[in-house]
């Protein structure tokens, strides 16, 4: 699922960047190795953050900490314990 919904913001055309923050909350599989290939293949797009199950609000800031200044639009998902930051 974490891979699908990637490719699809990945896929997305248009004159604008999107840069992936995804916040791994202590998730079963981590997304570091379920995302490694497209890691890989996106140098720069794709960042994982791991931190000890928080909480969604904990998630959130921390995804929120890492967005780069100057970004005019954010965006969150939250699926199953991970939090999608599409800034």
């Not at 290939?37 to 928080?54: A, K, L, T």
């Not at 995804?63 to 930051?85: K, M, Q, S």
């Amino acid at each position: 699922m974490l891979g699908k919904a990637v490719d699809s913001v990945l896929r997305q055309t248009g004159n604008f960047n999107v840069r992936i923050i995804v916040t791994d909350d202590s998730s079963p599989v981590p997304a570091t190795t379920e995302l490694a290939g497209r890691i890989r293949d996106n140098p720069g797009r794709i960042v994982i953050i791991e931190q000890p199950n928080g909480g969604p609000a904990a998630a959130r800031n921390n995804g929120l900490d890492h967005v780069a200044p100057g970004t005019d639009h954010v965006a969150f998902r939250i699926r199953r314990r991970r939090l999608f930051v599409l800034a």
